[in-house]
């Protein structure tokens, strides 16, 4: 009986400290009660071995480590071996999800298992135990943010490939890669300051001395901002898109390479990749040729001679045109003089081809049948004589 009393003292007293510690627990957040699970195993390996004190809580905690080790392996194998046979489906958001939760689920997992395996040693103080419950609650945030923003790129994949092509405008293949990146940025960012506050750091005086840096970085780089918010002009107006024929000024015609957050790429007609900054771009008076379609008008000049019979000369270039077999027939081409000159008449040929790219090709062969039909027909092309006249004195 004497020894009955101070038994029943020290598990009050033990009792009254684990009650102490769950209590604190709670307060911060986060807190497992894992003797149901941990007591019948370490009774087991105390019935077993007889080891007791140290190496039993040793031998407890390895045991139910390796225990959630194999279930995160056998979860992992399950998500990616055995759930794709049972949703065999024509989408394939389900098959997005499950390579999403593959790698927060097995981490998951392991977090719990090591936080379960050291909570089980008896004796714990209240410090370890507090920090403990930090660090697993600190762990689970990190695995949710993982979780959260592979589900979010995974839907934007499946939206990218199954549904993007379907749709008439092309904004949603601009805006996707944007929208993953910037997700992910902002979900780890509310992640970190919930692991902040759930040590007790006020969040409140963090996020005014961030938008203080905020501004700062702001004003620092203005010109980046510039460029980004530029990109999102890019993709919201959609002015033009990847591979559309834009004339640039003071750099001619280019096709457009690729539109990213800070520049876009232009290549050249001479193979020249032109990197343009987006505020640039967003702000140059350009001409997409490739809009509203892929038609294009030439305007061919052609000075002759004062004493010719313009209108018949404005018919034989009218036909030049329309014989060649890549200029348009509706609307025809016309002819009409369109200057007078000091030394010619200049007569404009206007004529529409069906490709853009066809451009340099048409103008080429024109000039050259203009050449070759106007010596045939004696019509002179005109071109500047300056006559000297000697000064007598």
């Known amino acids: 009986m004497q020894e009955l009393g101070p038994t029943l003292s020290a598990n009050s007293t033990q009792t009254a400290n ?10 911060n957040g986060f807190s497992i009660d894992v003797h149901p699970l941990a007591s019948p195993i370490q009774s087991l390996i105390v019935s077993i071995t007889g080891v007791n004190g140290i190496a039993a809580d040793i031998a407890t905690a390895t045991i139910i480590f390796i225990v959630f080790l194999l279930l995160s392996w056998v979860a992992r194998y399950f998500v990616k071996h055995i759930a794709p046979l049972v949703s065999r489906t024509e989408s394939t958001l389900d098959d997005e999800i499950l390579l999403a939760i593959k790698g927060p689920i097995t981490a998951l997992i392991i977090v719990l298992g090591g936080y379960i395996a050291i909570k089980s040693a008896d004796n714990l103080s209240l410090g370890i135990i507090t920090t403990l419950d930090q660090l697993a609650f600190a762990s689970l ?3 949710a943010a993982y979780l959260t923003s592979n589900l979010i790129s995974g839907f934007l994949r499946w939206y990218a490939r199954d549904v993007a092509p379907r749709t008439e405008s092309d904004l949603d293949d601009h805006l996707i890669p944007f929208i993953d990146k910037l997700s992910v940025v902002v979900i780890y960012i509310l992640a970190f300051l919930l692991v902040l506050q759930s040590y007790g750091i006020g969040i409140t005086a963090l996020l005014a001395s961030m938008g203080v840096a905020g501004i700062a970085v702001a004003l620092a780089a203005q010109e980046s901002l510039s460029n980004v918010f530029g990109a ?7 002015p033009y898109k990847i591979g559309d024929r834009l ?5 001619g015609q280019g096709d457009v ?6 520049s876009t790429r232009i290549i050249t007609r001479n193979r020249q ?3 343009i900054p987006n505020r640039e771009m967003a702000n140059a008076d350009i001409v997409n ?7 294009l008008r030439l305007r061919l000049k052609v000075g002759v001679a004062y004493k010719t019979d313009m209108d018949r000369a404005c018919r034989l270039l009218e036909e030049i045109a329309a014989e060649n077999p890549l200029v348009v027939k509706d609307p025809a081409p016309g002819a009409h003089i369109s200057s007078l000159g000091d030394f010619a008449v200049e007569i404009s040929l206007l004529a529409w081809i069906a490709d853009y790219r066809e451009d340099y090709d048409v103008t080429d062969q024109l000039y050259r049948q203009i050449l070759v039909r ?4 004696n019509i002179e092309i005109s071109y500047p004589i300056m006559t000297i006249m000697p000064k007598i004195v």
């Not at 999102?232 to 959609?238: L, P, W």
């Not at 390479?257 to 800070?262: A, K, S, T, V």
């Open 289 to 295: 040729l490739s809009m509203p379609d892929s038609r």
């Open 247 to 251: 004339l640039i000024p003071d750099i």
């Open 141 to 143: 945030l990190l695995v």
């Open 257 to 262: 390479l690729d539109i990213g957050m800070r």
């Open 232 to 238: 999102v002009a890019i993709m919201m107006d959609r």
């Open 273 to 275: 990749v032109v990197v």
């Open 18 to 27: 684990a009650s102490t510690a769950v209590n604190i627990s709670a307060i």
């Open 374 to 377: 106007l010596r045939k027909q």
